[in-house]
C-alpha cells in the first residue's frame, strides 16, 4: 500500500491511494490538463484510476471531478449532501456513487471508510483507506476534533493531516475579519497546535508517516506545521512530511 499528494491548499487538492492495481484519487481540485501532469509526475496515467472519491463540495477539492471523471469514465463516490446541489455537473453520464450513513465500501483491493467531520459544507466526510492489515487515515478541512475522528484515526499506519494555519499569522494576516472568523471557527480548519494535539491524543504506535496538508500559504509556514507535529511525537522535525501546494508529495510506501 501506498500514497502520494498531487498538491494540497487552498489553490487544489487531491490525493492518490494504490493497493496493488487499484488506485484511488481523494478528491481533485485542479483542471483536466493539470491533474494529468500531476498524475504523470507519480508515473500514473489518468486510465489506471478505479475510482474518485469526494470529501466535500468546495472548489478546491471537487472543482475538476466532473471533468475528469467524464473524460475518463471513472466511478466516482460522494455523500449525498455533497451530491444536493450539484446533480447538473455530475448526470446523466458519470458512475456516481452516493455515500449514504457514512457507510463502509470497496474499490477493488481497498476498503473505504468514510467518517464525519465538522466543517462548513453540505455533509462532508474524511476518509480511512485500508488494505485488509494496513490503515491510511486522511483529515484535512475540518474545524475541531471530535471524539469520533480520534477513534477513526486511531492506530493508522500513516496519517495526513491538516494544519492549515498558524493562529499568530493568521490574527495579522491581511485576510478580512469575516473570512478569518470562518477558518478559525468550529466549521473551519485546524490551526498546527490543533493538529498536533488531535496527533499526540491518537494511538501512534504503528505510525510510519505523518503528512501534513492544507498549509495556508499566506497563513502558515511549513517548518511551523512540522514543528508543531513533531513535537506531539517526539520525533525530528524531518520525521514530518509535507504536501506542497505545487509540488505534492512523491510516493510513500506503507510496509
Keep these: 500500500m501506498r500514497f502520494a499528494s498531487l498538491g494540497s491548499g487552498s489553490q487544489g487538492n487531491a490525493l492518490i491511494v494504490e493497493v496493488r492495481s487499484t488506485r484511488v484519487l481523494l478528491d481533485c481540485g485542479f483542471s483536466l490538463a493539470d491533474t494529468t501532469r500531476r498524475l504523470a509526475r507519480l508515473g500514473i496515467r489518468p486510465e489506471q484510476l478505479r475510482a474518485i472519491v469526494v470529501t466535500h463540495e468546495h472548489d478546491d477539492h471537487i472543482g475538476g471531478v466532473a ?18 446541489g450539484l446533480e447538473k455537473l455530475f448526470e446523466p453520464d458519470i458512475d456516481l456513487h452516493l455515500i449514504e450513513g457514512y457507510a463502509a465500501f470497496s474499490v477493488g483491493d481497498i476498503a473505504v ?4 467531520v465538522p466543517h462548513d459544507a453540505r455533509e462532508p466526510a474524511q476518509f480511512v483507506f485500508s488494505d485488509g492489515a494496513r490503515r491510511l487515515g486522511v483529515l484535512t478541512d475540518v474545524g475541531y476534533a471530535t471524539a469520533h475522528i480520534q477513534r477513526c484515526l486511531s492506530g493508522c499506519d500513516a496519517l495526513v493531516m491538516e494544519c492549515n494555519h498558524d493562529p499568530a499569522l493568521l490574527a495579522c494576516s491581511d485576510y478580512p475579519e469575516p473570512l478569518k472568523q470562518r477558518i478559525s471557527s468550529r466549521f473551519g480548519h485546524l490551526d498546527n497546535s490543533q493538529a498536533a494535539d488531535l496527533l499526540a491524543a491518537l494511538d501512534g504506535s504503528r505510525l510510519q508517516h505523518v503528512l501534513a496538508a492544507h498549509l495556508s500559504e499566506a497563513n502558515n509556514r511549513p517548518g ?9 511525537l517526539g520525533c525530528t522535525q524531518d520525521w ?16
Design 240 to 255: 514530518i512530511g509535507i504536501a506542497e501546494q505545487n509540488g505534492g508529495a512523491a510516493w510513500r510506501q506503507i510496509a
Design 113 to 116: 471508510q468514510p467518517y464525519p
Design 224 to 232: 511551523l506545521a512540522q514543528e508543531a507535529l513533531a513535537r506531539a
Design 67 to 84: 471533468r475528469f471523471a467524464r473524460k475518463h469514465a471513472i466511478p466516482t463516490w460522494m455523500t449525498a449532501g455533497t451530491y444536493r
